[in-house]
């Protein structure tokens, strides 16, 4: 599907998934920002000594407490999650050549020339394709847009 992409007739015409994930991140923004407004306008509050303390205003100084010690209590879990990783060291991933593959799959190291050892082993990408993809593509292609191939997945 993707050299399909690199052909000079292809044009997209939307595409859906940015488009979701564009609003997905307006929707986050705007959530934060709301947020971060009332967590403000509590922390005013909780601040203010007025003579006057009436049950709403008492009520919202302690939900102002609570969210102060969970953010803490939130900052104190991610340096205990950072300073752990720092004493587990990083993450090595494992590269496997044309020499491991060989010596893994017959037991003997006698491949272990410079060779192979400089080629790597790449696994072939799968690309999942659905059937609207492929109505997609048919409909544009020239030979494909009239056959009987095609009718037959509307009925689908």
């Known amino acids: 599907m993707d050299t399909v992409k690199m052909d000079s007739h292809y044009e997209e015409t939307s595409n859906v998934r940015s488009q979701l994930k564009f609003l997905e991140e307006l929707d986050k923004l705007e ?24 049950p709403e205003q008492a009520r919202l100084k302690q939900k102002a407490k609570e969210m102060q010690q969970a953010e803490m209590e939130v900052v104190r879990q991610q340096e205990a999650n950072q300073t752990a990783l720092a004493a587990i060291g990083p993450r090595k991933r494992r590269k496997m050549d044309n020499s491991d593959v060989a010596e893994t799959a017959t037991g003997s190291s006698n491949f272990t020339s410079a060779g192979n050892a400089s080629q790597r082993f790449q696994r072939q990408r799968t690309k999942r394709v659905n059937l609207r993809d492929l109505v997609f593509l048919m409909e544009q292609e020239r030979d494909l847009c009239r056959s009987t191939l095609l009718y037959k997945t509307f009925f689908k």
């Open 31 to 54: 959530k934060k920002r709301h947020e971060e407004q009332e967590r403000e306008m509590l922390l005013r509050l909780a601040k203010s000594r007025s003579k006057q303390e009436d």
